[in-house]
């Protein structure tokens, strides 16, 4: 297996058993084998711990390791644009046709910008035909919930692809009610597919409660950052938690959790934050 940038794992000569685990539950979240399948897979931490940065290196490598597969990123609405931490030309914008989504510029006073790598598509079809392999597509349908639909395409095509959902809770809230809390319903029995689809989903929140226990219970791996809080059915007691280290510099500490296992994992690619802060507006919408 080739790495590029810096190793993710400290070397595994000399490390700690924890370390050992962690990167051996890490190396089977980001390695596809057809045995082994997809997998759904969520970071929590405070604000700034770097949970977006867990999301950037999860497609990073994806990119990198498999080129031909497909990318996929989900941004809110009114924040930065994540995905720009990434290289120019590591990323490209979906917006669907007749959904007056536009883009600003948060240090111009919301100046309307026009993003050069942007295309627009008409229907699922043709943004899964025409996203591009081993870049990082993110997809403006104007109503964030529209992810729901299209996360019950992908799990169809019976490809490998990888979707990011940075801060899921706006989609999947806790606190749903009537048709969003039926419609979440629905995102929870496509999240459970995820496995034997061959889809890996990467998704943070601040705090895991803020996300729907529907869904949650689909999880099958947790990254659990400085800052998170231990969600009482996890072996990683929130004192663990406590005690991870933050570092700036080399990256900040983890653990990580899977099948009743866990390990630490040091986050050593810094995703610092991007030089433009753009965001997407949607007139009339409030999400
Ligand atoms: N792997 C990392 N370890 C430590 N700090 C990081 C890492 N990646 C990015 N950072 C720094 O931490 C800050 C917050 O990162 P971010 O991923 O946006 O956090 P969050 O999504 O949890 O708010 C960024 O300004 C960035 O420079
Ligand atoms: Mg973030």
Redesign the pocket.
């Known amino acids: 297996m080739s790495y590029y940038r810096k190793s993710v794992y400290r070397s595994p000569t000399g490390s700690s058993k924890p370390e050992v685990l962690g990167s051996e539950i890490l190396q089977r979240l980001l390695n596809h084998d057809v045995n082994l399948g997809g997998s759904f897979i969520e ?1 929590t ?13 999860f497609a990073e490598y994806n990119m990198n390791v498999y080129p031909k597969e497909k990318v996929f990123w989900s941004n809110p609405y009114k924040a930065p644009m ?1 995905f720009l ?1 990434l290289q120019e030309d590591q990323w490209h914008i979906f917006v669907k046709e007749g959904s007056n989504v536009t883009f600003h510029d948060r240090a111009k006073r919301l100046r309307q910008v026009h993003p050069a790598n942007l295309s627009y598509f008409k229907s699922y079809d043709d943004l899964y035909d025409n996203a591009i392999p081993g870049k990082c597509n993110a997809v403006f349908f104007g109503d964030r919930k529209e992810w729901i639909d299209f996360m019950g395409y992908i799990v169809s095509v019976g490809e490998w692809t990888a979707v990011f959902f ?1 801060e899921l809770s706006e989609i999947a809230s806790g606190y749903s009610s009537g048709d969003d809390w039926r419609k979440i319903g629905e995102f929870s029995l496509t999240l459970k597919e995820l496995r034997k689809c061959l889809v890996t989903c990467v998704v ?1 929140s ?1 705090s895991s409660s803020d996300t729907d226990h529907r869904v949650r219970t689909k999880l099958m791996a947790k990254i659990f ?1 400085p800052g998170a809080k231990s969600d009482g059915k996890s072996r990683v007691h929130q004192q663990a938690i406590d005690n991870l280290v ?7 500490e983890s653990w990580i959790e899977m099948d009743g296992r866990f390990g630490l994992v ?8 991007s030089k433009v802060s753009w965001e997407a507006r949607c007139d009339g919408l409030q999400r």
């Open positions: 970071a931490g405070s604000q700034g711990s770097a949970k977006t940065s867990v999301l950037l290196f994540q931490r940075d943070n601040q950052l933050v570092d700036r510099q080399n990256g900040n040091v986050w050593s690619d810094v995703y610092p934050p």
